[in-house]
């Protein structure tokens, strides 16, 4: 059934703040897109008025990937519009305006598609919005009704707003990640300067000879220059524990 309040534990509230507050945690802590994607369409079958599945597909390259899907409905029915090449999923990633067909059977858009999904899942409705991430179409968040006539001006409106929070946690979460790399590359550029003026300091060798045993052992033993500054840091400060 749709909007089942039980399901509404997936996203950890039982209304819009609870959920978008969830999602900002999650950057916060800096978990993996794999968990807000996965979020992102638990929210969207919890939140939106009629909707019963929900997935979230990229574009990657030429190829369309399914990265979350609240159920498996939600997945066949973005496999069949790749199958198909024609639907609101696929024509939502390129459009601003919301595709929305609230009744597959009477669908002239994606006659393909509204067949297969008739045929083969309980899916009578769908709808693809658009997702956006610093200005770049990225994919589309797309939702499945297992009855005719159920998306309302409600439900667009819901899933916009859904949509649009996702774009600012996704962009949230690729500076979060790109920081802490940043910061983790910091920290390695740190422990192989360090490594090396050890190396000058006890063999009374140059930087650039320093720098040439470290990237030597690393292919030798093919451990990363990283992994073999740190060995060369403990290794002397054992020695003086």
Request: charged fraction near 25%; include cysteine; aromatic fraction near 4%.
């Amino acid at each position: 059934m749709p909007n089942d309040p039980s399901e509404t534990t997936r996203t950890g509230g039982d209304g819009p703040s609870a959920v978008f507050a969830k999602l900002a945690e999650m950057v916060y802590n800096g978990d993996d897109f794999a968990q807000v994607y996965q979020a992102i369409c638990d929210a969207a079958a919890t939140l939106v008025p009629g909707c019963a599945h929900a997935s979230l597909m990229l574009k990657e390259n030429d190829r369309h990937v399914t990265v979350a899907a609240s159920d498996d409905i939600a997945a066949q029915v973005d496999s069949l519009e790749r199958a198909e090449q024609e639907g609101p999923c696929l024509d939502a990633i390129e459009n601003d305006a919301p595709q929305v067909e609230t009744e597959l059977a009477h669908s002239t858009q994606w006659p393909r598609l509204a067949r297969r999904a008739i045929a083969e899942t309980p899916v009578r409705g769908a709808a693809g919005f658009r997702l956006m991430i610093r200005g770049r179409k990225v994919g589309a968040l797309n939702l499945f009704s297992d009855n005719p006539g159920e998306f309302t001006d409600k439900s667009i409106d819901q899933a916009i707003l859904i949509t649009a929070f996702a774009a600012v946690t996704l962009t949230a979460l690729h500076e979060h990640q790109e920081a802490q790399t940043l910061r983790e590359g910091l920290a390695s550029n740190r422990e192989i300067g360090k490594a090396i003026g050890l190396l000058m300091a006890f063999h009374d060798i140059s930087e650039g000879r320093a720098f040439d045993l470290l990237r030597t052992t690393s292919q030798d033993m093919n451990i990363k220059l990283t992994g073999v500054a740190r060995e060369v840091i403990a290794h002397h400060n054992s020695k003086f524990d």
